[in-house]
């Protein structure tokens, strides 16, 4: 772990007033770091959806629970409920294709696999989930010709190292007990819409985090968990990325490390998920556009920064964005 150094406050009054207790020593007690106890990330997917029925309890459990998680939607159901796939892409999900009307690919003509890719990929983009870079293929059935197609697209195909068999009845234990034989950078298949994988999402969380493991992105580089780099649908920007990464935890705040690569000139942008709030920075020049959002730029101490957010209940880290500037 870095040195952290001394944060630059935001001139809040809650800000103020807790780091004013932190420096008198003792009031603020340190607790243990869960985010920075990540000793792997491990890759939740849930597909067939949006759904106006599923899809918002979907997000709020997993936004309560702290976990981020990779959506494979149909591009049916996309352009059927388009706020759905926004509404996954502004919790923090990333967004993956799944083809968009479900069908048995593999017994297509490649045209017909070109137009169900095709038109999930525009669907999602133009529903603001980002353009995918993960597809899922149904049934999680695949051969040469459609990963060429896939490859046109420039989709990674993922499929999965654990089926939670949620789609088959499985138990609410059972999806939890799937979820405990993940290892580091594992992928598990689960599915929006069984209510017995809604009612696992707690226990979900606190089987990951019993094991030391987190949930991270998917890499569009390898299909693999990874730690998420904020940049949504594992995008990198347009000439440069910042990636976080957990600092220390405190009982009602975390700091958030952001490393910036890729450029020296650069401005990202941090989205803080309400009612959270950002206390204050290191080592960059900000400004804050909105109540939930902060804007970064360089002020000669290099590309690494961070930020102290109090939580106020919601500990879903922030999305991150860079251009360059
Ligand atoms: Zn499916």
Excluded at 169 to 183: E, K, N
Excluded at 201 to 225: D, H, N
Aim: aromatic share 6%; net charge neutral; glycine share 12%.
């Amino acid at each position: 772990m870095s040195i952290t150094p001394r944060p630059r406050l935001r001139a809040t009054v809650t800000g103020l007033a807790v780091a004013a207790s932190a420096l008198a020593g003792g009031t603020v007690t340190a607790a243990p770091s869960q985010a920075a106890a990540c000793n792997g990330y491990v890759g939740l997917t849930f597909d067939d959806g949006p759904s106006a029925g599923q899809t918002p309890a979907l997000l709020n459990a997993l936004k309560q629970n702290g976990l981020r998680a990779t959506m494979f939607n149909q591009g049916n159901n996309a352009a059927a409920n388009p706020a759905q796939v926004k509404a996954q892409a502004d919790a923090g999900m990333w967004v993956g294709n799944h083809s968009y009307s479900h069908p048995h690919l593999t017994q297509q003509s490649q045209a017909q696999m070109d137009s169900e890719i095709s038109r999930t990929q525009q669907a999602i983009a133009a529903a603001g989930g980002g353009t995918p870079r993960l597809f899922r293929p149904p049934y999680g059935e695949t051969d040469a010709t459609l990963r060429s197609v896939e490859a046109k697209y420039g989709l990674t195909e993922v499929i999965w190292d654990v089926d939670s068999q949620d789609w088959n009845g499985a138990s609410t234990d059972a999806i939890v007990q799937a979820v405990s034989r993940l290892t580091g950078g594992q992928v598990i298949l689960m599915h929006e819409w069984p209510a017995n994988t809604l009612a696992a999402i707690p226990r979900i969380a606190q089987a990951l985090s019993a094991k030391g493991l987190c949930s991270g992105m998917i890499s569009p580089q390898t299909g693999r968990a990874v730690a998420p780099d904020g940049g949504g649908n594992g995008g990198g920007g347009q000439g440069c990325t910042a990636t976080l990464s957990a600092g220390e935890k405190w009982g009602d705040r975390y700091n958030l490390n952001v490393a910036v690569s890729g450029s020296g000139s650069w401005t990202v942008t941090m989205n803080v998920p309400s009612p959270a709030k950002v206390m204050s920075t290191w080592n960059i020049s900000a400004s804050y556009p909105s109540a939930q959002v902060l804007t970064a730029r360089p002020n000669g101490s290099g590309n690494s920064w961070g930020a102290t957010i109090q939580a106020n209940g919601n500990w879903t880290w922030p999305t991150v964005s860079c251009t360059t500037s």
